[in-house]
């Protein structure tokens, strides 16, 4: 069921001077300039839902399983314990030396009646306990009218209650009309019952006005299982308290809408500043905007002895959305350094050149023990120039390097989204990207054939042709959900400027500048002539099913305006006491 402003036979009431907007079975009641929502956003909160969702029903098997094993070894303790009572019965019943028939008869009627009541115990504590379903708690920092609360709290079965914030007092009111027109909100019963009563059931949607940070802050010592962040810009100043916020295997969602910023070189002290790291001009830019974002999110974590583990980390429209899961673990947060590193990139070709910041040493201690020892890394990996094209190269990063999607994890989602379409306005959209995250290479960057021809001014290979050739070279190949007609692969940007040195042989270019970096690619003999012939594995199981990976740009395309009533930041009021 996808979204809409419904103007005839609304389910609702509707007050003068308001429309209804629906989207699934959540409606909320909309002013002019009251509190910020942006339609084009339903794809995001149809995905967060998704995933929130299936994480939960995950944590939720997790969480049974450990209780099944905790009963388990407790049923095999209390085993242990009754044999070994019985055994003692036994011995002094055997040092026993009044033979009398009378007590003999007593004896043996009470001691199997002894075992009986013994066995009958750890029978009963043997047996399954009835499934507890754990319930998380999901704080919304940002939520405006409220809509993503109310579709969490509607769509999301495990969920126990969502705390929805905002500073500013106009989208509270908002809100507030939302959640009660949705019926989440505290019955009136309660409120007049008094406090006694309304403390123990304030709702599935409780309502907050306050600054974001300071609520999370707050939470430190009380952690949710979920921090939603989805703010107007960028998530930078939240994310710290957001990090501290979350329960240990808890979930955080992050959404970026400043991609002039993550993703291009117009404002590189920007980027520093909000990020820890410095954008690149290429066009596997948007995957290194989500690649900052985990960097800083890596870093904010790692003062409080915690680490990140990445579920799904997708560049959609005009922002970035990721979903991080958030543990603590001392010895983990020392990997975080071989998780990051620095890039050299070409300003002409586009190749790129990994510089890690740090390597691990593993020494053999005297009792076969292994000493791992961190240390940084020598560099630089390139010189001052493109070993490819003799350009200038700059430095970008430092920015995550590990795995951006957790492929199991996007699995379960894109399952759960499979058989849950008639859920989700979205869900082709859905079934597209997310089919394309799964099968996803775990490595550095994508190109697309029409870019690297364009270096080289000649007649663009197909990407079947691209993808049999290097997959020939003995190299792998998959897709990016980033960008349309985009490739990743294994091998080196060396080896993908080879396969086209080799097309080039076959399709002569003319007429070429003598001051063209094309001459300078072209300068270079390809070590291997490539095969691009078909390959077998050219084309993967689900490219033969018909699905949408890459839609077309949405009608309202962009983040669109902020609300002018209510003032502008959402963490602090203009004169706020």
């Known amino acids: ?199 123990k059931n304030l709702g599935k949607i409780r309502v907050n006005e306050g600054d974001a940070c300071a609520l999370m802050y707050s939470h430190r010592t009380d952690r949710v299982d979920v921090v939603d962040l989805d703010p107007y810009g960028t998530a930078a100043p939240f994310i710290d308290a957001a990090v501290q916020a979350v329960k240990d295997e808890g979930l955080l969602c992050i959404t970026c809408t400043d991609l002039s910023i993550l993703a291009t070189n117009n404002y590189p002290e920007k980027c520093f500043s909000n990020y820890g790291g410095l954008p690149l001009k290429a066009e596997y830019s948007h995957e290194a905007a989500l690649r900052l974002v985990l960097h800083a999110t890596s870093t904010s974590a790692s003062r409080y002895g915690r680490y990140i583990e990445p579920l799904l980390s997708l560049s959609i429209d005009f922002y970035v959305r990721l979903f991080i899961r958030v543990n603590s673990s001392p010895y983990q947060v020392k990997k975080a350094l071989l998780k990051t590193s620095s890039y050299f990139v070409c300003t002409s070709c586009q190749s790129f050149y990994e510089q890690p910041l740090g390597r691990v040493v593993e020494k053999q201690g005297s009792r076969e023990n292994v000493n791992t020892i961190y240390k940084t890394q020598p560099g630089p990996t390139v010189g001052g120039k493109c070993p490819e094209c003799e350009s200038g190269l700059h430095i970008a990063g430092p ?104 097309w080039v042989k076959k399709h002569p270019i003319k007429n070429v500048s003598e001051t063209s970096p094309s001459l300078r690619l072209l300068a270079k003999e390809p070590r291997m002539e490539a095969n691009f012939s078909k390959h077998p594995k050219s084309v993967t199981s689900s490219s033969k099913v018909k699905i949408v990976r890459y839609p077309e740009t949405p009608a309202n395309w962009g983040p669109g305006s902020r609300p002018a009533t209510g003032g502008g930041n959402k963490r602090k009021r203009k004169h706020d006491n």
């Open 1 to 199: 069921m996808s979204s809409s402003s419904s103007t005839t036979s609304p389910p609702f009431p509707v007050p003068d001077g308001f429309k209804l907007h629906t989207e699934n079975n959540a409606h909320i009641l909309m002013s002019e300039n009251e509190a910020f929502l942006n339609p084009v956003q339903e794809f995001n909160r149809d995905l967060s839902v998704a995933c929130i969702r299936t994480w939960s029903e995950e944590l939720n098997k997790a969480k049974d399983a450990k209780r099944a094993q905790t009963r388990q070894k407790r049923a095999l303790r209390a085993k242990e314990e009754s044999a070994k009572k019985r055994q003692r019965v036994n011995e002094s019943d055997a040092i026993d030396i009044e033979p009398e028939s009378l007590q003999q008869s007593e004896s043996t009627s009470e001691i199997p009646q002894a075992e009986s009541k013994e066995d009958a115990k750890v029978e009963f504590s043997a047996k399954p306990e009835a499934s507890l379903h754990y319930k998380i708690t999901i704080l919304e920092a940002l939520s405006a009218t409220g809509l993503r609360s109310i579709r969490y709290a509607k769509e999301i079965p495990l969920v126990k209650y969502v705390l929805a914030n905002d500073l500013s007092s106009t989208a509270v009111a908002a809100m507030k009309r939302n959640v009660e027109l949705n019926g989440l909100g505290p019955s009136k019963e309660l409120e007049e019952a008094g406090s006694a009563k309304q403390a």
């Open 399 to 502: 920015m995550w390097s590990g795995p951006i999607h957790d492929t199991d994890f996007v699995s379960k989602v894109l399952q759960h989204t499979e058989s849950h379409k008639d859920l989700y306005g979205t869900a082709s959209r859905m079934q597209g990207m997310l089919t394309v995250a799964k099968e996803e290479l775990h490595t550095k960057f994508y190109f697309t054939p029409t870019k690297i021809a364009g270096f080289f001014h000649c007649q663009t290979p197909s990407l079947e042709e691209t993808t049999s050739a290097l997959l020939h070279a003995g190299h792998q190949v998959s897709r990016s959900h980033a960008s349309p007609g985009s490739l990743k692969t294994t091998g080196t940007c060396e080896d993908v400027l080879d396969v086209f040195r080799s």
